[in-house]
C-alpha cells in the first residue's frame, strides 16, 4: 500500500509502554511500535509507576500521574494526558479503551482527527461499582457520538455497536507475533517439564473464570501441572480466592512476561481460557501463534478468535470444563499438532500485528484525506 506522509500520533488510555500489564497495552506498544518504524511520530501517554519517561522502540513515551485507586486511576490520569495532547500539534489523537474516551470530545471539538478503539465493553465487570459502569457506558456513548473513527477489536462488538448506534465502526482485531518456539530453559525454574504442564494467562478477575478453572482441575486425575500466571492489582480478595481453591499440581508465578512468558505458551501441552467476558483475547491469539491448541469457554468473542482450531465447554461450567480437560488431556499428538497447526494458520491470516498496524496505517490517512479512504471497509454496519 502507498504510505500516508509522516503523522504526528498520540495514544492515550494505556498504562504505558513497554507492554506492562494487559491487553491495550500489548496493542499499543505493538502497532505503536510498527508505525514508528514506518516514519511516523508515536507518542504514548503513560501513567506512573507503570513506565518511565522517554524512548521505546521508536516511540517517545510521556508518563503523567494518576491518582492510584481502583475508580481513578485511568480517568485523572486519561484526562492529563487529553490535556496535553490539546497542545502537541497531533494529527491523530487515538483513544484506547471505553474509559479513555470519555475524554474524547475534547481532541474532537478541536478539530483534532480522533480515533476511539473499544477494546472491550469494560462496563461488563464486575468489579465496577453503578456510578463506575454508567461512566463507561458514558464513554462508549462520547466515542460513538463524537469520534471521527471508532474501531473494535473483534467483529462481533463492531456488529453490535454498528447497529445500536447506527454508525460506521471499523473492524481492525488484536494481534500476535508469529515466532518460532524458544528453548525450554527460564521455565524450569516453576519446576515444569515441557509438554507436561497446561497454561493459563491472564488478570486476576472475577470475569476471565479463573475460579471455575481452579474448581475443575481438583477433579482431574493427571499428573500434568496447571499453570495460572496473572495479576492481581485492586483485585486481591479474588486472588486469595484463587489461591485457596489450587491443590498442589497448581503453580501461580504471578505476572510474567518476556522470554518466560513466550517459553510457557510455546511448550505447554494446550493453553486454556475459562473468561465469562472478553473482547477479543490476545492470550489466546498468542497461545495459537506458537501452534498450541487451546480450551476455551463458549462465549462467541472467544470462539470468533479461535474457530475451529480450538475446543470448547460451556461457559461458567467447572464439571463441563473439568469433562472437557480430561479430554484435551487424553487428544492424541496427531490430533493436538493438527489444532495447533489450524490456529497458527489462523493467526497468520488474520491476526498478525504487521496486518493491525496496515489497517491503522489507512484509517488515520483516510481521516485525512478522505480520497484514500479505502472502498469497502468492513465495519459494524450492514
Avoid at 510498527?34 to 501517554?45: D, E, F, I, K, P
Wanted: charged letters at 25%; proline letters at 5%.
Amino acid at each position: 500500500m502507498d504510505r500516508p506522509a509522516r503523522l504526528r500520533i498520540a495514544m492515550i488510555g494505556s498504562r504505558g509502554v513497554p507492554c506492562v500489564y494487559g491487553g491495550i497495552e500489548r496493542h499499543v506498544s505493538e502497532t505503536g511500535s510498527r508505525l514508528a518504524a514506518r516514519g511516523h511520530s508515536v507518542t504514548v501517554y503513560g501513567r506512573r509507576p507503570f513506565c518511565a519517561a522517554g524512548e521505546h522502540l521508536g516511540m517517545r513515551v510521556r508518563v503523567l500521574p494518576a491518582v492510584p485507586t481502583k475508580n481513578l486511576e485511568s480517568a485523572s490520569n486519561t484526562l492529563a494526558a487529553t490535556v496535553a495532547a490539546l497542545f502537541g500539534s497531533y494529527d491523530v489523537v487515538h483513544f484506547h479503551g471505553v474509559g479513555p474516551a470519555l475524554f474524547s470530545w475534547m481532541t474532537a471539538s478541536r478539530g483534532t482527527a480522533t480515533v476511539c478503539t473499544i477494546h472491550a465493553l469494560d462496563y461488563r465487570q464486575s468489579k465496577w461499582g453503578r456510578a463506575a459502569r454508567a461512566l463507561l457506558r458514558r464513554g462508549e456513548r462520547t466515542a460513538m457520538e463524537r469520534a471521527d473513527a471508532v474501531v473494535a477489536v473483534s467483529r462481533l462488538m463492531a456488529a453490535d455497536l454498528g447497529e445500536r448506534y447506527g454508525r460506521e465502526v471499523h473492524y481492525i482485531p488484536n494481534g500476535a507475533e508469529l515466532r518460532e518456539a524458544p528453548t525450554f530453559d527460564e521455565a524450569r525454574s516453576l519446576g515444569l517439564e515441557p509438554g507436561r504442564y497446561v497454561l493459563a494467562v491472564g488478570r486476576f478477575i472475577v470475569e476471565r473464570g479463573f475460579h471455575t478453572l481452579l474448581d475443575a482441575w481438583r477433579s482431574v486425575e493427571t499428573p500434568f501441572r496447571l499453570v495460572v500466571a496473572g495479576d492481581a492489582r485492586f483485585a486481591e480478595r479474588y486472588a486469595k480466592r484463587l489461591a485457596a481453591r489450587a491443590d498442589g499440581r497448581v503453580i501461580m508465578p504471578g505476572y510474567v512476561s518476556g522470554r518466560l512468558l513466550d517459553e510457557l505458551y510455546a511448550h505447554c501441552a494446550f493453553y486454556v481460557l475459562p473468561s465469562l467476558v472478553e473482547g477479543l483475547p490476545i492470550s489466546l491469539i498468542e497461545a495459537m501463534a506458537f501452534r498450541r491448541p487451546a480450551l476455551v469457554s463458549d462465549i462467541p468473542e472467544n470462539l470468533e478468535a479461535g474457530g475451529e482450531a480450538v475446543v470448547s465447554f460451556p461457559r461458567g461450567d467447572a464439571c463441563g470444563l473439568a469433562a472437557a480437560l480430561e479430554r484435551m488431556l487424553r487428544m492424541d499428538e496427531t490430533e493436538r499438532e493438527r489444532r495447533g497447526r489450524l490456529g497458527r494458520e489462523r493467526v497468520a491470516a488474520e491476526y498478525t500485528w504487521d496486518h493491525v498496524a496496515d489497517e491503522l496505517e489507512r484509517l488515520y490517512a483516510g481521516l485525512l484525506d478522505p480520497r484514500r479512504a479505502p472502498a469497502g471497509k468492513e465495519s459494524g454496519r450492514g
